[in-house]
C-alpha cells in the first residue's frame, strides 16, 4: 500500500497552508492504515528504536562487513544519546575490563582507541569509530563487553559452560560453531570451541546487567550470532532485565529468514552485499 491520499481524496484538500497540508496529508495515511511509513522498514532508525522501546537493553546483530550496519548503529547511538535514554555502549569488539568512563566529551580517536585497547586489525576503526565517537561525544560510557583473550584457555575447559544453555539449544550452538567455522574444525574441539562462544555471550550478559540504568537502554552491538534470543547474550540475562534484539540482515534469504523466527524481536534489513565465499582463505584444498 502506498502511503498517500488517493487523486480523488487529495483533490477535495481545501488550500491550507503548506503545514496543515502536511498534516492533513499525514492524518490521512493514518485513516488509510499506512503505519509503514513511522515504523516500518522504511522508517528512520531512531523511530525504529523508538518502538522497540523501553528496555533495559537493546542488542543490535551485524553483519561485520557491512557498512550499512554500522551507519545504523552509529545512528541508533545519536538517537538514544540525543533523547538522554542512552545507559552505556556495548562493543563485543572490546574486551571486559576496558572502558572509556574516564575519559571526557573531548577525547581523541587515538585516546579512546587506547582506552578499549582496541584491535584494528580485527575491528578496523574506520567502521566503528563513528558509532563509538557519537557517544564519546554524548558523554556516555563505551564498555568492552567480551570475554577477554587471557580467559580463553579457561573457557574451554569449564564444563560448567555446558549446562548454561539447555540440550537443544546447546545442540544448535555446537552446530553454529561448526557451520562458522566453515565445518573445518576436528569433532573433538567442537565441545572447547562451542564453551567460548558461550563465555561470551555470558560475559555480553554480564555487561549489560552492570551497564544497566533505571529509564535508559543499555545498547549491545555484536555479531548477529550473540544477539540471537535462543542462544546468544539473552539466554544469559536475568528474568528482570528486558532485552531487545535486532538482526541486521544484508539482503534477503528464505533460509535466514526461517532462522530469524522468534530468534529477533526486529530484522533490519539493508541492500545485499556482492557474494562471497568467508571459508574460501581457510577451506582445505
Keep these: 500500500m502506498r502511503c498517500q491520499p488517493s487523486p480523488a481524496r487529495a483533490a477535495r484538500l481545501p488550500l491550507l497552508p503548506l503545514f496543515a497540508v502536511v498534516a492533513a496529508a499525514i492524518a490521512i495515511a493514518l485513516l488509510a492504515g499506512c503505519t509503514a511509513f513511522f515504523d516500518g522498514p522504511n522508517a528512520p532508525v531512531a523511530r525504529r528504536a523508538a518502538a522497540l522501546l523501553p528496555a ?7 553483519q561485520h562487513d557491512a557498512a550499512e550496519h554500522h551507519a545504523i548503529e552509529r545512528e541508533t547511538v545519536e538517537a538514544l544519546a540525543g533523547q538522554g535514554k542512552l545507559a552505556a555502549l556495548l562493543l563485543e569488539m572490546a574486551e571486559e575490563g576496558n572502558s572509556t568512563a574516564r575519559l571526557d566529551a573531548a577525547a581523541t580517536d587515538a585516546q579512546v582507541q587506547a582506552a578499549l585497547g582496541w584491535n ?7 567502521s566503528y569509530g563513528p558509532a563509538v565517537m557519537a557517544a564519546v561525544r554524548a558523554d556516555v560510557p563505551v ?40 565445518k573445518l574444525l576436528p569433532e573433538p574441539q567442537i565441545v572447547p570451541m562451542t564453551r567460548i562462544q558461550v563465555g561470551r555471550d555470558r560475559a555480553m550478559a554480564q555487561a549489560i546487567v552492570k551497564a544497566r540504568q533505571p529509564g535508559k537502554t543499555v545498547l549491545l552491538i555484536s555479531g548477529a550470532g ?27 534469504s528464505p533460509d535466514e529468514d526461517e532462522a530469524n523466527k522468534g530468534a529477533y524481536d526486529a530484522v533490519w534489513r539493508t541492500p545485499a552485499l556482492p557474494p562471497k565465499d568467508y571459508c574460501a582463505g581457510i577451506r582445505v584444498k
Design 56 to 62: 533495559d537493553a537493546l542488542i543490535l546483530g551485524e
Design 120 to 126: 584494528d586489525k580485527a575491528w578496523p576503526w574506520q
Design 143 to 182: 564498555i568492552g563487553a567480551n570475554l577477554p583473550r587471557a580467559r580463553i584457555k579457561n573457557a574451554m575447559a569449564d564444563v560448567s559452560l555446558d549446562v548454561q544453555l539447555n540440550g537443544e539449544a546447546y545442540t544448535a550452538q555446537q552446530d553454529a560453531v561448526r557451520e562458522g567455522h566453515c
Design 226 to 252: 550473540h544477539a540471537t534470543k535462543v542462544l546468544g547474550v539473552p539466554q544469559h540475562l536475568p528474568t528482570d532485565v528486558s532485552v531487545k534484539a535486532v538482526r541486521l540482515q544484508a539482503g534477503e
